[in-house]
């Protein structure tokens, strides 16, 4: 199967007009997200257009990887994916909103396969070997190793057979629909401000007070704006362990010079004497702010909040096992285990009970209204869902 390597801007607008004239093309993006650079970075984007295997160079000088946006962004175009999520992310953080996307996970999921990389689906459904996946590669390297080329190749010369594979058994199980109308959904999103460098975590909270979580969150913010600066991954600037020691006792700035985990860069007086200061002004922020050094940072229910949340838990409990358990034992025996988690997971469920989930999807309220008459449980519940 060919492969072309495309790093050039006229190139691109050829590969795109020809593109712009299909029915479908799978596609697939390789990227770092803090891993050897700073940030959320798109490095490669591996195209098939059951002809020929596209490898598109966004790292190019010569090349401007917008112009390949509106084939992406045509819903005239099915775009055969796998596990798109990260991808889609990515594609929106860019101002590129795809559209028409088949996601071949999803697929998988309602057809009771277990979850599986796309290199063991390939092998188990059609009895392809494309050998070790190589995510974990630097995909900032120029130029890409025979390596590299082969398996950024192999995510999407195979989505089409696979495709053809999946809809005939969906056919046969009937749920052609379901599959369609989950892909669909694609279409609504927009994770365009989404923050993909979340870099503070709620469990980071558990040991500190509230004045030396706010100096954290302060070192932390700074140590983003290094790594961002040097183009280099957070966690390889400052180690967090170490910041929340100093967060807890600035003393620990005095052995800067022997301390461990810092780049070798910003290992100097400059940068010590910026944290000496830091932590100085967040304590007199925190100050003002009222912050207490004897009150967690992390806040625990009061007793009020603990006993709704309790009833709320006996509530989903009762909820779960009078309607849901017995439509999920149905839907495993007729569909399989896999796709009764798939369709209702306990998340799922919960989100459903409290109110929490956005509109069911339509074959969802359909099954269970179904399922409500068959096996005669209460309206009430069905009603609470689906009102």
Same mark, same amino acid.
């Given at each position: 199967?060919?492969?072309?390597?495309?790093?050039?801007?006229?190139?691109?607008?050829?590969? @795109?007009?020809?593109?712009?004239?299909? *029915?479908?093309?799978?596609?697939?993006?390789?990227?770092?997200?803090?891993?050897?650079?700073?940030?959320? *970075?798109?490095?490669?984007?591996?195209?098939?257009?059951?002809?020929?295997?596209?490898?598109?160079?966004?790292?190019?000088?010569?090349?401007?990887?917008?112009?390949?946006?509106?084939?992406?962004?045509?819903?005239?175009?099915?775009? @055969?994916?796998?596990?798109?999520?990260?991808?889609?992310?990515?594609?929106?953080?860019?101002?590129?909103?795809?559209?028409?996307?088949? #996601?071949?996970?999803?697929?998988?999921?309602?057809?009771?396969?277990?979850?599986?990389?796309?290199?063991?689906?390939?092998?188990?459904?059609?009895?392809?070997?494309?050998?070790?996946?190589?995510?974990?590669?630097?995909?900032?390297?120029?130029?890409?190793?025979?390596?590299?080329?082969?398996?950024?190749?192999?995510?999407?010369?195979?989505?089409?057979?696979?495709?053809?594979?999946?809809?005939?058994?969906?056919?046969?199980?009937?749920?052609?629909?379901?599959?369609?109308? %989950?892909?669909? @959904?694609?279409?609504?999103?927009?994770?365009? #401000?989404? @923050?993909?460098?979340?870099?503070?975590?709620?469990?980071?909270?558990?040991?500190? *007070?509230?004045?030396?979580?706010?100096?954290?969150?302060?070192?932390?913010?700074?140590?983003?704006?290094?790594?961002?600066?040097?183009?280099?991954?957070?966690?390889?600037?400052?180690?967090?362990?170490?910041?929340?020691?100093?967060?807890? %006792?600035?003393?620990?700035?005095?052995?800067?010079?022997?301390?461990?985990?810092?780049?070798?860069?910003?290992? *100097?007086?400059?940068?010590?004497?910026?944290?000496?200061?830091?932590?100085?002004?967040?304590?007199?922020?925190?100050?003002?702010?009222?912050?207490?050094?004897?009150?967690?940072?992390?806040?625990?229910?009061?007793?009020?909040?603990?006993?709704?949340?309790?009833?709320?838990?006996?509530?989903?409990?009762?909820?779960?096992?009078?309607?849901?358990?017995?439509?999920?034992?149905?839907?495993?025996?007729?569909?399989?285990?896999?796709?009764?988690?798939?369709?209702?997971?306990?998340?799922?469920?919960?989100?459903?009970?409290?109110?929490?989930?956005?509109?069911?999807?339509?074959?969802?309220? #359909?099954?269970?209204?179904?399922?409500?008459?068959?096996?005669?449980?209460?309206?009430?519940?069905?009603?609470?869902?689906?009102?």
């Amino acid at each position: 199967m060919p492969v072309k390597y495309i790093d050039r801007t006229p190139e691109l607008q050829s590969v @795109v007009q020809k593109l712009s004239g299909l *029915n479908q093309i799978s596609i697939d993006l390789e990227f770092d997200k803090n891993y050897y650079r700073y940030g959320f *970075n798109l490095c490669l984007v591996q195209i098939f257009d059951g002809d020929h295997c596209y490898l598109i160079d966004p790292l190019s000088k010569n090349l401007e990887i917008e112009t390949l946006f509106p084939v992406l962004e045509n819903e005239e175009i099915q775009k @055969v994916v796998f596990a798109f999520g990260e991808d889609l992310r990515l594609l929106h953080s860019l101002n590129c909103f795809p559209k028409n996307i088949y #996601d071949l996970n999803i697929a998988t999921s309602l057809l009771n396969y277990p979850p599986a990389s796309l290199v063991n689906l390939i092998d188990d459904i059609l009895s392809i070997d494309t050998g070790k996946s190589s995510q974990l590669s630097n995909w900032y390297k120029r130029p890409l190793t025979d390596q590299q080329v082969h398996y950024a190749a192999q995510d999407v010369l195979h989505l089409f057979e696979l495709k053809s594979v999946l809809i005939v058994q969906a056919e046969e199980m009937n749920i052609t629909g379901w599959i369609n109308e %989950e892909n669909t @959904v694609w279409d609504q999103l927009d994770y365009s #401000d989404e @923050v993909n460098n979340g870099i503070l975590k709620e469990k980071d909270k558990n040991d500190f *007070n509230e004045v030396e979580w706010h100096i954290y969150k302060q070192l932390m913010a700074y140590r983003e704006e290094l790594a961002q600066k040097l183009n280099k991954p957070s966690f390889q600037i400052i180690k967090k362990e170490y910041l929340m020691e100093v967060a807890k %006792e600035t003393r620990t700035l005095m052995g800067w010079d022997q301390a461990k985990g810092i780049y070798r860069a910003i290992k *100097n007086e400059d940068t010590k004497t910026d944290l000496i200061d830091l932590v100085r002004d967040a304590r007199k922020q925190a100050d003002k702010l009222g912050l207490s050094e004897e009150q967690p940072a992390k806040k625990y229910p009061s007793p009020e909040e603990l006993k709704i949340y309790r009833e709320q838990q006996r509530e989903l409990k009762k909820f779960k096992s009078a309607f849901f358990d017995p439509i999920k034992q149905k839907i495993e025996e007729e569909y399989g285990q896999e796709t009764a988690v798939y369709l209702f997971s306990n998340r799922i469920i919960s989100d459903l009970v409290n109110g929490e989930s956005s509109e069911l999807e339509k074959y969802k309220r #359909d099954l269970l209204v179904r399922y409500t008459e068959e096996l005669n449980l209460d309206k009430e519940y069905l009603h609470r869902i689906i009102e």
